[in-house]
């Protein structure tokens, strides 16, 4: 039997087969989490590695979790700080960083696309430069528009995420769209 | 149909780009684009830029890059660390309780270098430590202040010189040296003739016969 809905998965994860459970937890959240992560950190490795420790912190922590909220509002939150805590840490670096070597490129990982085919090299690429123009954004019209346009959340679930108004969601969804239409008009039809 | 606002409109058009309005808002829209250009240009250039990547499956794209991660979210749980496990033991907390045990003796240790003990003053020997009761001094009424001070002047410099061998920090040596010294000169009492060596205290030899009790109450009493 798959495990494939919220509540399945929450009384698995607190009653039921652990391992089956984890997996099936993971497998239904981790774009969702690691779309978030990349928006913070701006990176596929990063995004990677967080995603990873979100999950872990999460399958830890599933016992305490009330379902006052959805698990996607949850696991939100707990990548977001997981996020911000890496980006202070990375400056904490940066100002020690003539002490020790770090000068490795974090950065995507597309480098590596020479080994892909053309038109899978252009598709990635493509998306690369979508997502890439959804994190110039600033930050509230980046992640309602992400939480909107990705992953379908109702307005009145992502105010509560950004502790903003529904007015004032629309408001930031709008502005959103209308930049990324300029940012990317090269790729009009 | 009724007419609605600028605002009201900016607010449905991106759901109305992305095919998310119901019918009766998509209609209202619709209706009212004739009363708003420049919503109805910013509407089609945003469902002309859209529309190239709602047709890029951002889905299979995220696929990619997160298909192992339940692998590898696996593997870190059962790597993880018990907290209370041997690991946790050798690799947190014995650390932690030799750094605590290091700083326990530093600081017991530094504060014995600081205290005088009876053994070290003995070994020292007491002969280069003089007291003023050991000098005659010879006070008429016109010059006794300028010999004792020449005197005592003496005395304390030499001590201190026996204390700072003995305590490493001189500012603490000159400090016990002028506790010490001062509280004999105020035994003195100007008013006699002559201080013998027949006076009541000689630090030098009494020293050698106290035990460390005594000395620690010798002290003590020094205090007071």
């Keep these: 039997m798959t495990i494939n809905k919220e509540d399945e998965i929450l009384n698995a994860l607190k009653t039921g087969n652990y391992n089956q459970a984890i997996t099936a937890f993971v497998r239904e959240y981790q774009n969702f989490v690691f779309n978030t992560a990349f928006r913070f950190l701006n990176s596929i490795e990063d995004a990677e590695d967080i995603s990873q420790d979100v999950f872990i912190k999460a399958a830890e922590a599933i016992k305490s979790f009330r379902g006052e909220s959805s698990i996607k509002t949850w696991l939100y939150r707990i990548t977001k700080n997981y996020c911000l805590n890496y980006i202070r840490k990375q400056k904490v670096r940066k100002v020690f960083s003539f002490f020790t070597d770090i000068s490795e490129d974090k950065g995507n990982t597309y480098k590596d696309n020479a080994a892909l085919p053309d038109n899978l090299i252009e598709s990635s690429e493509l998306e690369l430069k979508f997502l890439k123009a959804i994190n110039k954004l600033p930050t509230k019209q980046r992640e309602t528009f992400a939480l909107r346009y990705f992953d379908e959340m109702p307005y009145n679930e992502i105010a509560a995420i950004l502790g903003t108004t529904v007015g004032g969601l629309k408001a930031n969804y709008y502005q959103a769209v209308k930049k990324l239409a300029i940012e990317l008009d090269e790729f009009k039809d | ?224």
């Design chain 2, 1 to 224: 149909m009724q007419k609605i606002d600028l605002h009201r409109m900016q607010e449905l058009l991106p759901d109305y780009v992305f095919g998310k309005l119901d019918n009766e808002e998509k209609a209202l829209f619709e209706h009212n684009l004739q009363y708003y250009p420049e919503i109805k240009q910013e509407a089609d250039d945003a469902k002309r830029v859209f529309q190239r990547f709602e047709q890029m499956d951002v889905d299979a794209f995220l696929n990619s890059k997160t298909k192992n991660t339940s692998v590898a979210v696996h593997r870190k749980l059962e790597n993880r660390p018990k907290r209370f496990g041997k690991f946790a033991m050798v690799k947190y907390y014995l650390p932690i309780a030799a750094a605590i045990a290091l700083i326990y003796v530093v600081y017991t240790k530094s504060d014995t270098n600081n205290s005088l003990s009876k053994q070290e003053i003995v070994a020292h020997q007491t002969k280069e430590f003089v007291s003023v009761n050991d000098v005659n001094i010879i006070i008429d009424s016109t010059s006794s202040q300028i010999e004792i001070d020449e005197t005592t002047e003496i005395v304390i410099s030499n001590n201190k010189g026996v204390f700072s061998d003995l305590i490493p920090d001189t500012e603490t040596a000159n400090n016990l040296s002028d506790k010490l010294l001062s509280q004999e000169l105020a035994k003195i009492d100007a008013d006699e003739l002559l201080i013998t060596d027949n006076s009541n205290l000689n630090l030098l030899s009494g020293l050698e016969e106290l035990d460390e009790t005594q000395f620690q109450t010798f002290l003590k009493e020094l205090k007071k």
